[in-house]
């Protein structure tokens, strides 16, 4: 029987990055069969270890988020066809969930898989790719400005240009529009949500604190505890799985869906810019493209996932609402007095006026083309949205 390797196996196979990259591994074991030296074994080529690369993510390893980032390892080892062994790790196990970014320009980590809201306190522009004012398009529309509207070289360019950093990012899975989140009682109006104290982050903190919120930028892992000791009395984090794996139902009852404070975010893969470099140009395109495969199963699971939980929670005896359209309106009201300030920063105005001339473009044809889904739903479905 072929013997399972255990880890202390795997660990001596382990081989240093740099000595992976410049030595190779070509051991040759060369013999005679004969002492007339007619018949020489053949050569026989060692397979090399593999490279190690240390990931971590911004998530609590309970979270349904840390299966994502296992769909982009997976596929990355089997593209690589054992050359990268991707050692994935939740947060904390390094550095914090706030930390990676940091993490990765020191060389601490090789990978974070994160969302770039999280260093918003190092730079608001950090906002604009994914957590930035809604002009009208989706997660899916800002996600194709990222890679064929300019954003990535935008983002570059506040990396690595404006903030100096060594790394290097790409985007992959455009999440659906988060909830506006999780109340003790119902709140239908703006003046039903004065003076909370909620959970959010990034510029969607600096929006709802001028709707009259008061606002705790938090890791997820740390929101229910928060609600516990009364830290705050309400909060958003994302979307029915990872708030249902974390205890939301818990300590709140009324679930909030629909809301434009975060509603066209994805994940962010940063990577070493020296660890990147170093790479072969295959391996290089197997992290990158290992983006755009794990953008495709992560939305696969998070559809399946996202409407299954929903309905456990509803079943539990969450009850489940669609934010009203006053709260909604007042939302796009607080963006139109927020952007004016965010503009008076020239990076900031460049990158906005981006977004909004290939939401005006491309949103258009989006929204004329798009059939009523809605229609069809009701019409097979009769009675059961209520909107």
């Known amino acids: 029987m072929k013997k399972i390797p255990t880890p202390e196996d795997v660990k001596s196979k382990q081989v ?22 007619l018949f020489a074994a053949p050569a026989v080529h060692a397979q090399p270890a593999p490279l190690v690369v240390k990931m971590q993510t911004s998530w609590p390893s309970s979270d349904i988020w840390m299966t ?31 930390q ?23 730079n608001k522009a950090a906002s604009l790719f994914g957590t930035g004012p809604v002009f009208g398009g989706s997660a899916t529309t800002m996600l194709s400005w990222f890679y064929a509207g300019g954003g990535e070289e935008f983002y570059r360019e506040l990396t690595q240009d404006v903030m100096g950093l060594n790394v290097i990012g790409l985007l992959g899975f455009p999440m659906p529009a988060q909830p506006f ?5 119902e709140v239908n109006s703006v003046a039903d949500i004065q003076g909370f104290k909620y959970r959010t982050v990034g510029l969607a903190a600096d929006l709802l604190q001028s709707m009259g919120m008061s606002v705790a930028q938090l890791p997820g892992g740390e929101i229910v505890p928060a609600m516990e000791r009364g830290v705050i009395d309400a909060f958003e984090f994302n979307n029915p799985s990872s708030d249902m794996r974390f205890g939301a139902q818990d300590v709140a009852k009324n679930y909030y869906l629909s809301s434009y404070h975060q509603a066209s975010e994805s994940f962010e893969f ?7 470099e170093d790479l072969e ?35 539990e005896g969450v009850t489940i609402h669609r934010t009203s359209k006053e709260i909604l309106a007042a939302q796009l009201d607080a963006w139109d007095k927020l952007i004016p300030q965010l503009e008076e920063d020239p990076f900031m105005k460049k990158v906005l006026d981006s977004q909004r001339a290939w ?15 809605q229609l069809a739903y009701d019409h097979y479905f009769p009675g059961k949205l209520k909107l």
């Open 181 to 185: 989140g999780w109340f003790k009682g």
């Open 100 to 122: 990676v970014l940091d993490g990765v320009n020191d060389g601490v980590i090789d990978i974070a898989h994160s969302v770039p809201v999280y260093w918003y306190g190092k």
């Open 281 to 315: 140009p295959d391996l290089q395109a197997i992290l990158r493209y290992g983006v755009e495969a794990a953008s495709t199963s992560n939305t696969a699971l998070a559809m399946d996932n996202y409407s299954s939980d929903l309905q456990k929670l509803a079943d």
């Open 270 to 276: 940063i990577f070493n810019r020296d660890f990147y």
């Open 16 to 37: 240093s990055r740099r000595s992976f990259l410049t030595k190779g591994a070509t051991g040759v074991v060369a013999g005679g069969a004969a002492a007339s030296g």
């Open 68 to 98: 994502f980032a296992k769909q982009y390892a997976d596929r990355v080892e089997a593209m690589s066809g054992g050359r990268l062994k991707v050692d994935l790790l939740p947060a904390g196990a390094v550095i914090g969930a706030f």
């Open 359 to 373: 939401v005006e473009r491309v949103t258009y044809y989006e929204l004329m083309n798009s059939p009523d889904y």
